[in-house]
């Protein structure tokens, strides 16, 4: 039983895929196109504001243009559509993210739907997850691609081990699960989902190689929920206020193999996912349009 788990830290992955990324986005500008991701904010939540504020930042410094939409939490259902209506019909935006979650009273779901797949850059779409329920092309979800490329980037192999989820919830469990079960040198495991449903959950999370806590639950996951030794991901999370309560109870460490870090674990890599979608957006875009002129896939940047 190892003493001090090795750490998994999401910075430097998200480091390489937003390098990656600002390469893509000076290609495409380079070739006319200005990758565009749009966001929309609801109501007056001061976190969400936040992280809008962050992510601009970020599509700044990695050249995209990013128009931003700020609707009181007074409007109702059809104005939500609206911007969004606007922004699919707008051929120079590529990618639109609204911010979740959004004021009571307004169904965030029902928004999502009236949005062009195409442009949506969390992946959550019911098209998008049916596109990854069959392994076809599309946006994939954030926080699930998330966790894949971060365990790629620090070797632990996935491929036919047991990878334990706790946790079935729309965002992370479910579409990991289906993600983690893909042919791929970077997936191709057994994987089991398990939640707090689940009187004897700890029966499954302990024979775990992998264990990804998705759950929401802070501090649910403990030394004695681990196998010994096990690979432990940390992709739930609540905040009371601006503090980050993860599923992950820092103690099991002691017991983990390897584990990620309560702060910048699986969030960065996620941020960074976002902007991979919108990038791939704003390529296929271009790509459309390039056939639309008669040009050919060689006036493109890959």
Request: proline share 8%.
């Amino acid at each position: 039983m190892s003493t001090t788990a090795r750490l998994l830290p999401g910075v430097p992955v998200a480091e390489e895929i937003l390098a990656q990324v600002a390469e893509g986005v000076a290609q495409l500008r380079a070739a006319g196109v200005t990758p565009t991701l749009a966001t929309v904010l609801v109501g007056d939540d001061e976190a969400s504001a936040g992280y809008i504020r962050i992510k601009s930042r970020r599509a700044a410094e990695l050249g995209f243009a990013s128009p931003h939409v700020r609707l009181a939490a007074s409007v109702s259902q059809a104005d939500v559509h609206a911007v969004l209506a606007d922004f699919n019909s707008d051929p120079g935006v590529h990618g639109v993210l609204v911010q979740h979650p959004i004021p009571g009273g307004l169904d965030y779901d029902r928004a999502l739907q009236t949005l062009d797949p195409d442009r949506d850059v969390d992946g959550m779409h019911p098209v998008n997850m049916g596109r990854l329920a069959l392994g076809l092309p599309g946006p994939l979800p954030c926080t699930p691609a998330a966790i894949e490329a971060l365990l790629a980037y620090h070797g632990v192999p996935v491929a036919g081990r047991e990878v334990v989820i706790l946790g079935r919830g729309a965002t992370l469990g479910r579409p990991l699960a289906m993600l983690l079960a893909q042919k791929r040198s970077t997936a191709n495991a057994a994987v089991t989902v398990v939640h707090t449903g689940v009187a004897d959950w700890p029966r499954y999370t302990r024979r775990a190689e992998v264990l990804v806590a998705a759950a929401g639950v802070p501090g649910i996951v403990r030394p004695e929920h681990v196998r010994p030794g096990a690979v432990v991901v940390g992709g739930g999370v609540r905040y009371a206020g601006r503090r980050l309560l993860p599923d992950v109870d820092e103690s099991c460490a002691r017991v983990a193999g390897a584990i990620t870090p309560r702060v910048g674990g699986v969030g960065p890599v996620t941020v960074a996912m976002l902007f991979r979608n919108a990038l791939r957006a704003a390529r296929s875009a271009a790509g459309r349009a390039v056939c639309r002129q008669g040009g050919g896939a060689e006036a493109l940047p890959r």
